[in-house]
């Protein structure tokens, strides 16, 4: 199933207008009519405005939930949105987890979003491979192999690799947000 889809079908399920979702997002009715058929591409941004807006994670856009007690590497759950350059894989299992740990790969001169996010809890990143900037408020913090970072994630936040190479970078996030 599309993304536009399961949007649409988790609207519809929770008795919810476009109008309404609109007011919700605070994206147009007609941006949320052509993202339910798949005529547009969606951002991370509007995904995430989206999902908190249906009170559901991310990872229900996406392929099944992975569960058990080892993700093995072939059998990770991978999230990439259409004609993004950003690809997210889930290290834990989905479900009802307090914890939430994600490998995150950036392509050279893309951004996580192009808007600062921001939703509660709590991030922790490393940075395998790569450079990163990590815009946090009004501050920035520029990463590089072997660097980490911790902060609350109610501050206004996004990533952007700097470097030329992909960024490989593993983090865990309470509450689970993908």
Same mark, same amino acid.
């Not at 547009?40 to 559901?56: F, H, N």
């Not at 815009?135 to 990463?143: H, I, P, R, T, V």
């Given at each position: !199933?599309r993304?536009?889809?399961?949007i649409?079908k988790?609207?519809?399920?929770k008795?919810m207008?476009i109008e309404? @979702? ?20 969606l951002?991370?941004?509007?995904l995430?405005?989206?999902a908190?807006a ?5 990872? #229900?856009f996406?392929?099944e939930?992975?569960?058990g007690t080892?993700?093995?590497?072939n059998?990770r759950r991978e999230?990439?949105?259409p004609?993004?350059?950003?690809? #997210?894989?889930l290290?834990?299992?989905t ?6 740990f ?6 050279p ?11 509660e809890?709590?991030?922790c990143? #490393?940075?395998?491979?790569?450079k @990163? ?6 501050e920035? #913090?520029y ?11 109610s ?5 952007i690799?700097?470097?030329d190479?992909?960024c490989i970078s593993?983090?865990? !996030?309470?509450?689970?947000s993908?």
């Amino acid at each position: !199933m599309r993304i536009g889809a399961k949007i649409r079908k988790l609207r519809i399920d929770k008795k919810m207008s476009i109008e309404e @979702l609109s007011k919700k997002t605070g994206l147009s009715t007609g941006a949320i009519s052509q993202i339910e058929r798949d005529i547009v591409g969606l951002s991370v941004e509007s995904l995430w405005k989206i999902a908190r807006a249906l009170d559901t994670p991310i990872s #229900y856009f996406f392929d099944e939930p992975s569960g058990g007690t080892v993700i093995r590497k072939n059998s990770r759950r991978e999230m990439k949105l259409p004609e993004s350059n950003v690809t #997210y894989q889930l290290l834990s299992p989905t479900g009802n987890k307090l914890i939430e740990f994600l490998l995150i790969e950036i392509e050279p001169g893309v951004c996580s979003n192009y808007e600062l996010i921001n939703h509660e809890g709590e991030e922790c990143g #490393y940075i395998i491979k790569g450079k @990163l900037l990590v815009k946090l408020g009004d501050e920035e #913090y520029y990463l590089e192999e072997g660097d980490s970072i911790y902060y609350n994630s109610s501050i206004p936040h996004r990533f952007i690799n700097v470097g030329d190479e992909t960024c490989i970078s593993i983090w865990a !996030m309470t509450p689970p947000s993908f």
